[in-house]
């Protein structure tokens, strides 16, 4: 059964830092990509970042480059999301997701359509 946890969540002020934690299970976590949504209440799931396990590859949406950073540890069957210089506009419940990596596609990374599996999410507020 293919399981995502995340974890790491929290409140934070604006400015801060948190670590996001995504533990993997029930898959060859090295053949796939996983990535990050966040959803804020009363708007739409959005892509946040990808890394492709097979070759390292990593992506982000525009409004997060150069404060978050996605990292893997293959050896834990973890992602995970340092996420600094916090914003209120952060604010949302973050999901970590996978889909085979020979399924994925750069150019649709920041599609829901494309992942396959999801985790059930975790809090992040940014106070201002």
């Known amino acids: 059964e293919v399981q995502l946890v995340e974890s790491g969540g929290g409140l934070v002020q604006a400015g801060g830092s948190l670590r996001l934690s995504c533990a993997a299970s029930?898959?060859?976590?090295?053949?796939?990509?996983i990535g990050w949504f966040r959803q804020a209440p009363g708007k739409e799931r959005e892509g946040v970042s990808c890394?492709?396990?097979?070759?390292?590859?990593?992506y982000y949406v525009d409004s997060v480059k150069g404060r978050f950073t996605i990292s893997s540890d293959n050896a834990k069957n973890t992602v995970y999301l340092q996420m600094n210089s916090l914003k209120p506009e952060d604010t949302a419940v973050y999901y970590c997701?996978?889909?085979?990596?020979?399924?994925?596609?750069?150019?649709?990374?920041?599609?829901?359509?494309?992942?396959?599996?999801w985790g059930q999410g975790t809090q992040v507020t940014v106070s201002s």
């Open positions: 997701t996978a889909v085979e990596s020979t399924q994925f596609s750069a150019s649709f990374f920041l599609a829901p359509s494309l992942y396959d599996y």
């Open positions: 029930g898959f060859t976590f090295d053949d796939y990509a």
């Open positions: 890394i492709v396990n097979s070759d390292g590859s990593t």
